[in-house]
């Protein structure tokens, strides 16, 4: 199909997350078709494409790349066995080894992988976060593995005005030692050092649409000049209000669904399924912020 201009977008859900039809995300996309992309984004910060069939290496490549430009390649955590796909732009989101077998109970990459069920948002812990993320799905299990899409919008402007003027200067502070760490996680000498928190502001704005939202990870570990205990409960407070089901969108995945999310305005997580039975295969590519989110808290 040659994509001509008739992309629509039916929401599936009150707040978040639309079914983007009308495109083949498998084919170039015009300029046009990437701005009507955009405007989705920023309407319903979730767009899922129902394909039928995943895309390849290359078409997950090019439809990212025609979005933005991507981001630069992650410190992993020490691959034990090397990596199982073909190209550093792709994320693996799955519970296989380079051989395409299940990872086994006590695989390091399999319990640094686990932290995705933690609300998150992607690369909340670099200075330069993600914007989009695009995932792909390959592989789904008979049952669970859902991803769900909390509205960091909506969590925004259902604060209190007490609690919005208490926190809107504030700033955290992000490493993936503070969220896999809560979970027991050991990291090695030279993974701590890598993950040297990054500061972020607990309140963002959309470089787009200029909407507020509440920049929460599981990430954030800090508070600065906050005492810990303090920081660590009004961040279990907000991440509990800003995940009230009224603000979370479900997604129920088909294989060849390949959902985009705006990590800009959402947070999202994975959720369990017989990891050790069944595989999970999921490909992410991811664009950049381009610039850090704390350049942009001050407009409030
Ligand atoms: C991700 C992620 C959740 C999932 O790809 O960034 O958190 O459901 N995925 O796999
Ligand atoms: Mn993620």
Redesign the pocket.
């Known amino acids: 199909m040659r994509n001509t201009m008739n992309l629509t977008f039916a929401p599936m859900h009150p707040v978040i997350g639309a079914e983007c039809k009308g495109v083949d995300i498998g084919e170039p996309i015009s300029p046009e078709i990437a701005d009507a992309i955009h405007d989705g984004m920023d309407r319903y910060a979730v767009l899922v494409f129902r394909r039928g069939t995943p895309l390849t290496t290359e078409q997950q490549i090019r439809f990212t790349k025609s979005l933005g430009e991507t981001e630069g390649l992650y410190t992993k955590i020490q691959a034990e066995k090397g990596v199982r796909l073909d190209n550093p732009l792709l994320?693996d989101?799955s519970n296989l080894d380079p051989s395409d077998k299940l990872l086994p109970p006590d695989d390091r990459k399999r319990l640094f992988n686990l932290g995705?069920r933690l609300w998150?948002s992607?690369s909340s812990y670099k200075k330069i976060p993600a914007k989009y993320?695009a995932?792909c799905a390959h592989v789904i299990p008979p049952r669970g593995?859902?991803?769900e899409f909390a509205d960091m919008r909506a969590a925004w402007d259902m604060l209190g005005a007490d609690m919005k003027e208490q926190i809107k200067d504030l700033v955290a502070e992000h490493s993936r030692i503070f969220s896999k760490g809560t979970l027991g996680f050991q990291f090695t000498e030279q993974e701590l050092i890598d993950f040297e928190p990054v500061r972020q502001p607990l309140v963002r704005t959309h470089p787009r649409t200029g909407r507020h939202s509440l920049y929460l990870s599981s990430h954030a570990g800090r508070i600065v000049g906050m005492p810990q205990v303090e920081a660590l409960m009004l961040l279990r407070e907000l991440t509990e209000h800003a995940t009230q089901r009224e603000f979370v969108f479900r997604h129920q995945w088909r294989a060849g669904d390949l959902v985009m999310w705006d990590n800009q305005a959402t947070m999202?997580?994975?959720?369990p399924y017989e990891d050790l039975k069944y595989p999970?295969d999921?490909r992410?590519t991811t664009l950049t912020a381009g610039a850090p989110a704390l350049g942009y808290a001050s407009a409030l």
């Open positions: 994320s989101i995705n998150h992607d993320s995932l593995g859902e991803t999202h997580r994975a959720r999970r999921m992410r």
